[in-house]
């Protein structure tokens, strides 16, 4: 069985798995009733919700899905922007330099178990319950997963290539650039998508803080008002867009790592 083939295999079967969960769970709610509705919503009563927020539908929290989608991603992609921009060189000057190292690494050490909610109450200390709080909560989020992978990819830089490099003349700037990020770019991609996760898992929590709008603020006006159906919408559509986003990553990866091994 060739490549092609494998993977229209994997499909079907995906497929398949979904089709057998989502009849399933038509079977104990809307046809069996063994579950009650309010406890756990059929999937077409789902689905309903869904087609309803998303052509601009806004109730019960005054949005529709559209908007909650942008104002999420606003939020999401600022923090985990950041988080990703100040983790990855963090990460590859400590691999790299020893001294850097004995400086930097203490401190990330005590702030690495520290979990991304933790934070909530400094961030509003610090930053107040607007935009930013969140974005600080999200940043936490992204930072960590984004140093540790770097920060390992570099230091599993194979000793050989650098010897050779350096036998060839290569200054320690190019032995960086040239060898070790390149074979590091794998981790590093990884620590990426690690990090959009956590990013994803903190951005309901970061919505709670006064939010108006927002994915994770609609799963909590949700709950409040007993709204099964809504809750169900936001996780799927968290986890759709986490996909989607992933998916760009892998590509983004696979495009990369491609052209530096030619």
């Not at 203490?106 to 109450?121: D, E, G, K, M, S």
């Amino acid at each position: 069985m060739n490549k092609k083939s494998k993977g229209l295999k994997y499909k079907l079967i995906s497929i398949c798995t979904v089709v057998i969960v989502l009849t399933i769970w038509q079977l104990v709610t809307d046809v069996f009733k063994i579950v009650s509705p309010f406890m756990l919503p059929s999937p077409l009563k789902v689905l309903n919700t869904f087609i309803y927020k998303l052509t601009g539908g806004t109730t019960p929290d005054g949005a529709n899905l559209i908007e909650h989608i942008l104002s999420s991603l606003k939020i999401a992609l600022g923090g985990y922007g950041v988080g990703v921009f100040i983790g990855v060189p963090l990460g590859i000057a400590m691999a790299w330099s020893r001294k850097f190292e004995r400086y930097a690494m203490p401190l990330f050490n005590l702030i690495r178990p520290v979990p991304a909610l933790a934070w909530i109450p400094l961030m509003i200390l610090w930053l107040g319950i607007g935009y930013l709080s969140k974005v600080g909560i999200i940043f936490f989020a992204a930072f960590i997963s984004a140093t540790i992978n770097s920060y390992t990819g570099i230091k599993k830089t194979n000793q050989v290539h650098l010897w050779v490099a350096r036998t060839f003349g290569a200054t320690n700037r190019q032995m960086l650039f040239k060898v070790a990020i390149p074979t590091a770019l794998p981790m590093i991609f990884t620590g990426l998508r690690l990090a959009l996760g956590s990013s994803w898992v903190a951005l309901v929590a970061a919505e709670m803080l006064a939010a108006t709008r927002g994915v994770g603020y609609m799963i909590y006006v949700a709950r409040m008002l007993g709204r099964p159906d809504v809750i169900i919408v936001g996780m799927i559509t968290i986890g759709g867009i986490g996909l989607m986003m992933s998916y760009g990553l892998e590509k983004l990866q696979k495009k990369y790592i491609g052209r530096g091994s030619k």
